[in-house]
Nanobody, 127 residues
């Protein structure tokens, strides 16, 4: 088990910034690829960003590329999502997720590839 707890969500104006955090319990955090997903009302959960186990590799959804940055601190068992130049379309519940194994092209974009999920944190961007 890898309990995940997100924090840092809230209300922000368009053009503003927020930083999400996801804290994990246990001593195996560095074994997991970590990602952020989001889900807006009436829409499917969608991939936002992913970071490799050692933090050396990242990837982003086209919709957030250049605006969002994912990072991790394995010593603190925490993954972050820095969100800048935010838009109303970024409004959603944001979830962090952990995957122990990997496989297939762009496997990390599929919610079903992840073993553990946080409870989510609401992000609302006003226009």
């Amino acid at each position: 088990q890898v309990p995940l707890v997100e924090s840092g969500g809230g209300l922000v104006q368009a053009g503003g910034s927020l930083r999400l955090s996801c804290a994990a319990s246990g001593r195996t955090f560095s074994y997991y690829t970590m990602a952020w997903f989001r889900q807006a009302p009436g829409k499917e959960r969608e991939f936002v960003a992913v970071i490799s186990r050692n933090g050396g590799s990242t990837d982003y959804a086209d919709s957030v590329k250049g605006r969002f940055t994912i990072s991790r601190d394995n010593a603190k068992n925490t993954v972050y999502l820095q969100m800048n130049s935010m838009k109303p379309d970024d409004t959603a519940v944001y979830y962090c997720a952990a995957a122990r194994t990997s496989g297939g092209s762009r496997w990390y974009t599929r919610p079903g590839a992840y073993d553990y999920w946080g409870q989510g944190t609401q992000v609302t961007v006003s226009s």
